[in-house]
């Protein structure tokens, strides 16, 4: 690795990290650089998705005066992990041709969510109007299909689980963002032992980007508290819409 490469990296990894805190969807600056550099497509993907896991954790920092008592949010973590790993394993076992065919229009759809999320919260119910059981269901199932993807792609896991999170909890963005950024933060590290045991980890191009990503998340969670709510739910569909349309525009290549 040169240092133009070296710099490359290094620019990705702050962009990164600070765009997962506010929005999510980093990876989609991280994953193009590792393979400007060289890297093949998988193993691209995979080291990208160990060098995130620092600015994940800088996020949960920045942002954990907005998280709830921490018993709130003990029942997601098995689902999450449970989760990620299938994600991981799919990923491992299978060609990503077929998923990368669908990624698009889930990114797309979890930005739609969120962009209406008033109008389909009077179709299916306000947070605060559902029953406690189907309150719970609901949100396990948003956060299981969250952890499944975040472990096999990543990209835009902030905006799939933003909107998944806006839609069951009756709380405000920046309380979904902060609960975003601990689970992302759990998917990362589940991802990063999988891939270390068992996947093409390019640990030279993880040295340069890990430290970008740790300083940028935590800027990005600081500035999310800064962000009136309308501008940060605007942002993340923005950021949402155009990541679906790329990673349409890629498949279709």
């Known amino acids: 690795m ?30 193009p650089a590792m393979i ?40 997601l973590l098995p689902t999450t992990v449970l989760g990620t790993i299938a994600g991981s394993l799919v990923l491992l076992a299978t060609p990503a041709s077929a998923f990368e065919a669908v990624v698009p229009f889930l990114v797309l759809g979890a930005t739609a969510v969120l962009a209406f999320q008033d109008p389909l919260r009077r179709l299916v119910g306000h947070p605060r109007d559902l029953s ?9 199932a948003m956060v299981a299909l969250g952890a499944v993807y975040g472990g096999y792609f990543g990209a835009a896991l902030g905006v ?36 270390a045991l068992f ?32 501008v940060l739910k605007t942002v993340i569909v923005v950021f949402g819409t155009v990541i679906g349309l790329y990673l349409l525009w890629r498949a279709q290549r």
């Open 2 to 31: 040169d240092l133009t490469h070296a710099a490359l990296l290094l620019a990705a990894g702050l962009a990164a990290g600070t765009v997962n805190a506010v929005a999510g969807g980093g990876s989609l600056i991280t994953f």
């Open 36 to 75: 400007a550099v060289g890297l093949p497509p998988v193993a691209a993907n995979v080291s990208n998705s160990v060098a995130v896991f620092p600015g994940y954790v800088a996020s949960v920092a920045g942002s954990r005066m907005d998280l709830p008592p921490g018993r709130t949010l003990a029942p």
């Open 132 to 140: 406690p059981r189907r309150r719970t269901v609901t949100l396990q």
């Open 160 to 195: 799939m689980l933003v909107a998944g999170l806006a839609l069951v909890l009756d709380a405000s963005l920046a309380r979904v963002s902060a609960i975003k950024n601990l689970l992302s933060a759990l998917v990362g590290l589940t991802t990063l032992v999988v891939f």
């Open 199 to 230: 996947g093409p980890v390019n640990w030279a191009a993880v040295a340069v980007v890990a430290p970008a990503t740790l300083l940028g998340g935590y800027v990005g969670a600081k500035l999310v508290r800064r962000l009136p709510p309308i």
